[in-house]
């Protein structure tokens, strides 16, 4: 068995741009679930599905499809009513661009991996058999609510296994704990319960337990190095299940939750950043210089040039050769040629540090 750590991403920009630059690391590649907002719209001018898209296709060439999760999406959004819903939409969308770019040489691997609730309805679960009926495929079962029976689970599983024709291939299981700010014994002893349930029904490497730190505010300027629950508590589960892999899983350098919808947050941000090193995340954070109470021009790229700075001076920094976002995030140091001024950019940089520190980092340095 091998570690497949996993990232949960929520189709932001900087998120997609960090997967174009992603590495090629064979089966220490991460595994991606995107999970779909209304903001992805399937046509118009709208930069998120060219660059989803474009993501996926990286991904497959990684030999990773990319796993797909709709379930934050309202039955309003235009990327649900399409024909076939979201799945079939964007297996049409993902298998398009790989012939383009690839044509005959096109990876072979399906276009994306569907991620469905434990409770997913039968209307959910035959659209994923029809997406088995034109190119058969693993599928990815979500779990958010930890209570559940053995009798429960089994037979939700056989469900699921039926309704979607899932035949031969492999069925993955992700215990999503969602946002943690510490280990509480009692979700460790119940995500653990669940893990051997899972490894037992599905095989001793299916199942991946994921959580999140990250806040969802920042407050302060003052840099500060946080503990990443989010291992520890990994740590702990994987150790309690014997004769199994439980996989690790994050969500990377976001909130787990989505923004609340209308409230599409401050028009100017603070920059900031959040660097994931060993067991912890470096938290930075620069005020804006203000003129007459408006944010002065540049300010954004001056203050990150300086977080920048800060970040590459330090001994926890793994260098400009260790991934895309390191190389970037150097040369927007002083003198370094290079400015961001966007929170997209911001994200993107340590996104692509977070995903290789996953990818080069053994489970003990997590």
């Known amino acids: 068995m091998s570690f497949r750590p996993l990232v949960a991403m929520k189709s932001k920009i900087g998120e997609f741009e960090s997967l174009r630059h992603l590495g090629d690391h064979g089966d220490s590649t991460p595994r991606v679930i995107i999970e779909l907002l209304d903001s992805v719209q399937p046509e118009g001018r709208g930069q998120l599905m060219p660059a989803l898209v474009g993501a996926a296709v990286r991904l497959a060439e990684c030999g990773r499809p990319v796993w797909i999760d709709p379930y934050l999406l309202s039955p309003a959004a235009a990327l649900a009513r399409c024909p076939g819903g979201a799945f079939e939409h964007l297996d049409n969308r993902i298998e398009n661009a790989l012939a383009d770019e690839?044509?005959?040489?096109a990876p072979?691997?399906?276009?994306?991996i569907p991620v469905i609730p434990v409770s997913a309805t039968d209307d959910?679960?035959?659209?994923?058999?029809?997406?088995?009926?034109?190119?058969?495929?693993?599928?990815?079962?979500?779990?958010?609510?930890l209570r559940i029976t053995t009798v429960q689970l089994v037979d939700r599983l056989r469900h699921i296994a039926r309704r979607t024709r899932i035949d031969d291939n492999t069925m993955h299981a992700v215990i999503d704990l969602g946002h943690v700010e510490t280990v509480h014994p009692q979700q460790v002893e119940q995500a653990m319960s669940l893990a051997r349930a899972l490894t037992d029904h599905l095989g001793p490497d299916s199942t991946t337990l994921l959580a999140g730190s990250t806040?969802?505010?920042?407050?302060g300027?003052?840099?500060a190095v946080r503990d990443r629950p989010e291992v520890r508590i990994?740590?702990?589960?994987?150790?309690?299940?014997?004769?199994a892999q439980?996989?690790?899983?994050?969500?990377?350098?976001?909130?787990?939750?989505?923004?609340?919808?209308?409230?599409?947050?401050?028009?100017?941000?603070?920059p900031y950043l959040f660097y994931t090193v060993p067991n912890c995340v470096i938290a930075?954070?620069?005020?804006?210089?203000?003129?007459?109470?408006?944010?002065?021009?540049?300010?954004?790229?001056?203050?990150?040039?300086?977080?920048?700075?800060?970040?590459?001076?330090?001994?926890?920094?793994?260098?400009s050769g260790y991934s895309w976002g390191d190389r970037e995030l150097a040369g927007c140091r002083r003198g370094g040629g290079q400015t961001a001024s966007s929170v997209s950019r911001w994200i993107a940089m340590a996104m692509s540090h977070h995903l290789e520190h996953l990818t080069q980092r053994a489970p003990s340095e997590l």
């Not at 690839?102 to 040489?105: A, K, N, P, V």
């Not at 994923?128 to 990815?140: G, W």
């Open 102 to 105: 690839f044509g005959l040489l």
């Open 108 to 112: 072979d691997v399906p276009a994306l």
């Open 246 to 270: 439980i996989n690790y899983g994050d969500y990377g350098v976001a909130h787990p939750n989505p923004p609340a919808p209308g409230n599409p947050g401050p028009r100017t941000i603070n």
């Open 124 to 145: 959910r679960l035959r659209t994923v058999a029809l997406l088995q009926e034109h190119r058969p495929r693993e599928i990815v079962v979500r779990f958010r609510d």
């Open 234 to 243: 990994w740590r702990e589960v994987a150790a309690g299940v014997s004769g």
């Open 221 to 223: 300027f003052a840099t």
């Open 215 to 219: 806040p969802a505010t920042r407050h």
């Open 284 to 319: 930075m954070r620069r005020q804006l210089v203000r003129e007459s109470g408006k944010v002065a021009p540049g300010a954004a790229a001056e203050a990150f040039t300086d977080l920048a700075d800060e970040l590459v001076a330090r001994p926890e920094f793994a260098g």
